[in-house]
């Protein structure tokens, strides 16, 4: 079968856009892997000489100068993401959910009323709380903490509005028939809603950590303690005072973004097919 | 109370409470906080805090570099929602071309810059730009163009940071477009065909109206995303050369988190908030009269 060449054209432009798009990604890693320097040779090498892991060894590990310890603290900022990222989601998921599943199915007074100011209130800008949210978390004592970092994080809005969609297409009938048969309110939840729900929670899940594992300027905010720094905010640290060592740099980069985009592409058919859901308003 | 009145408060009643602590209060401070003269000295003891009234937005409609930032950022997001908004739907409408194969593949792909970092991608963006032996500059001389100091002139940061903004957001609503595109009527489509239309025909008569909605959201959307660019600048130019990319949310994080002027700050915050309600109540107007097109 002989191909048109509208087809030809049209599959060679996808495959020349997409190869554009993941370039800097490609290229981040490459020169990752660069002899400290060589990314300023000129003309500026595409593919390294020897590969070397130096960078890798001179931003992770921790080493002597002239008697002091001295490292990047990427390590303690990988820990750090790694853990308020999973923290944020675990409790993100165990706040969020059930209450999206209460503002679908479950009857009370002031529910819709509610539920138009969590609507109207996706218009105000996060950045508006931040201020005055630093001087409560200030007085409260949580200022440099993981607590400090993940409490906002928790206000889960839009995850509510989200639950609350995906929960709307179970049928009443399958709810009222347990309540009928006597089962309590959090056990239908548990046995009957929850696992109706599994893939938009793991969709959820999904957004949640890398939406804390992306978080910048609320922790370059509330964290002063270096040690506390997750992965953006100690890679923009090194950034702003690094500027000229382009391989450590890269190498940065990977360590903060390799970890999620593995993770988004082991698990993307529940995280675009949530994008679209979560489009939807109802 | 019925026993479901209370499931549903026990269920809901958590997170309401952490909403509530910090998205409601703190967003009502912020209005308390922008009619005084919270700085440093009050940060130290209450007993410094005035009243003020509007003396912090009569003093910052008189701060240059506020106006400079008003107009870096609106620059911005004027250059910015037409250039991503365009990337997306000239993305999504090749990939909605029947012919191509492996969508599934690039769709994921295409969308994989979405989920990064912003500072990490930033960081491998400003190596990117860099004057003397970046990428791009060497792409530009095999076509016999002069290197451009991208991030170091004034005139080429903002349009060099857009190009690096457009690369991580298009994904996102090039996904959401192309849902719209497969709903498309294709007897539509057809008819419109077989009456002789031509490509651009069929495009504004018929896939237009149809994603219309989806573009406006997409517009709304982009804009408020625009108004708050801070991360990129932060890492890419720190807000240079010549203060061209100092945005109102930089400007905002230097007078609060610099200078401790968290009572202009809060002015700030206050404007940007309107600018943005304001936004997005204009264009949910325009959808309404012109139902598209």
């Known amino acids: ?282 | 109370m019925t026993r479901q009145e209370r499931a549903a408060w026990v269920f809901s009643a958590p997170v309401l409470a952490i909403i509530a602590l910090v998205f409601v209060l703190p967003t009502t401070l912020a209005m308390a906080l922008s009619v005084t003269d919270y700085s440093i000295y009050a940060l130290a003891d209450w007993a410094n805090l005035r009243f003020v009234g509007l003396g912090n937005f009569i003093d910052l409609f008189s701060t240059p570099l506020f106006w400079r930032a008003m107009g870096n950022t609106a620059l911005f997001a004027v250059l910015g929602v037409p250039m991503a908004i365009g990337a997306s739907l000239a993305v999504a409408l090749l990939l909605n071309d029947a012919t191509v194969r492996w969508k599934p593949l690039w769709r994921v792909l295409l969308f994989a810059p979405y989920v990064t970092s912003i500072v990490a991608t930033a960081v491998v963006w400003r190596f990117l730009f860099n004057e003397r032996s970046g990428l791009i500059n060497r792409a530009l001389a095999t076509v016999g163009a002069a290197p451009i100091d991208w991030l170091g002139n004034p005139h080429t940061s903002i349009p060099a940071i857009l190009i690096f903004v457009t690369w991580k957001i298009f994904g996102y609503n090039m996904i959401v477009l192309t849902a719209a595109l497969s709903v498309v009527p294709q007897d539509l489509m057809e008819a419109a065909r077989l009456d002789g239309a031509g490509r651009w025909t069929r495009f504004r008569h018929v896939t237009l109206p149809a994603i219309g909605p989806t573009l406006l959201l997409a517009a709304v959307m982009s804009v408020a995303g625009f108004l708050q660019i801070f991360a990129e600048p932060y890492v890419m130019t720190l807000g240079g050369p010549a203060q061209s990319t100092t945005t109102i949310l930089y400007f905002m994080f230097d007078e609060g988190f610099k200078w401790w002027n968290l009572g202009q700050a809060s002015a700030v915050a206050f404007v940007l908030f309107l600018m943005i309600l304001a936004l997005t109540m204009v264009q949910t107007r325009i959808g309404r009269r012109y139902e598209w097109l």
């Open chain 1, 1 to 282: 079968m002989a191909l048109k060449p509208r087809t030809v054209l049209a599959n060679m432009a996808v495959v020349l856009l997409t190869g554009l798009t993941i370039a800097p990604l490609v290229y981040m890693v490459i020169v990752s892997f660069m002899p400290r320097g060589e990314s300023s040779n000129l003309p500026t090498p595409l593919w390294p000489s020897r590969w070397s892991l130096e960078n890798y060894h001179e931003l992770l590990v921790r080493r002597l100068i002239d008697g002091a310890w001295f490292d990047y603290r990427i390590v303690p900022a990988l820990f750090n993401s790694v853990a308020i990222a999973a923290i944020s989601t675990v409790l993100g998921l165990l706040l969020t959910v059930p209450a999206g599943y209460a503002f679908a199915k479950l009857r009370f007074r002031g529910r819709e009323r509610l539920l138009k100011i969590l609507i109207a209130s996706l218009v105000v800008p996060g950045q508006v709380a931040m201020l005055p949210l630093f001087l409560i978390f200030k007085q409260l004592g949580i200022v440099n903490s993981y607590a400090g970092v993940i409490l906002p994080s928790l206000a889960g809005i839009f995850a509510i509005l989200f639950v609350r969609q995906a929960t709307l297409a179970i049928p009443d009938e399958m709810i009222d028939a347990a309540r009928i048969d006597g089962a309590s309110e959090a056990r239908i939840f548990v046995t009957i809603v929850l696992p109706l729900l599994s893939p938009i929670v793991v969709t959820l899940a999904l957004f949640m950590f890398l939406g804390s594992w992306n978080d910048f300027l609320w922790p370059l905010i509330v964290l002063a303690d270096q040690h506390l720094y997750t992965l953006p905010v100690a890679v923009a640290a090194i950034a702003r005072e690094h500027s000229a060592d382009g391989e450590l740099m890269m190498a940065a980069a990977v360590v903060t973004t390799l970890p999620v985009l593995l993770l988004f592409l082991a698990m993307q058919r529940y995280y675009l097919t949530g994008l679209l859901g979560g489009s939807v308003k109802g």
